[in-house]
């Protein structure tokens, strides 16, 4: 499986950007794909991750802005980010599981997807916001 993300870029507090992963190589399309982030000095955190029935769970911090939907015909997830803030400032990467999996078998008790369960990873795209 492989994964390319796109869309990053530079906008300013309260702006918004639509990224783009576009996945190949998973050709029945079970995997489970994931949003990431990874700030500098910071760990990987996740954001987002849904399974190929849909299902949905997005980490707290974000659900309010963040929005996941996918071109199934396209094979590309989008992750649509709002009222982006300095503190989104970070490379974005997305993520595939190594197997079909449900989506609440890779998130935290609190919908926050785990890094660890993911085992393909895009080479990410830098996101920055100004103030």
């Known amino acids: 499986v492989q994964l390319v993300e796109s869309g990053g870029g530079s906008v300013q507090t309260g702006g918004s950007l639509r990224l783009s992963c576009s996945v190949s190589?998973?050709?029945?399309?079970?995997?489970?794909i994931g949003w990431f982030r990874q700030a500098p000095g910071k760990e990987r955190e996740g954001l987002v991750a849904?399974?190929?029935?849909?299902?949905?769970c997005y980490a707290d911090s974000v659900k309010a802005r963040f929005s996941i939907s996918k071109d199934n015909s396209k094979n590309i997830l989008y992750l649509q980010m709002n009222s982006l803030e300095p503190e989104d400032s970070a490379m974005y990467f997305c993520?595939?599981?190594?197997?079909?999996?449900?989506?609440?078998?890779?998130?935290?008790?609190?919908?926050?997807?785990?890094?660890?369960?993911?085992?393909?990873w895009g080479q990410g795209t830098q996101v920055t916001v100004s103030s």
């Open positions: 993520a595939a599981t190594s197997e079909p999996i449900p989506v609440r078998l890779v998130v935290t008790g609190t919908g926050k997807p785990i890094a660890s369960s993911f085992g393909y």
């Open positions: 190589g998973d050709t029945n399309n079970k995997h489970c």
């Open positions: 849904q399974d190929t029935d849909g299902s949905t």
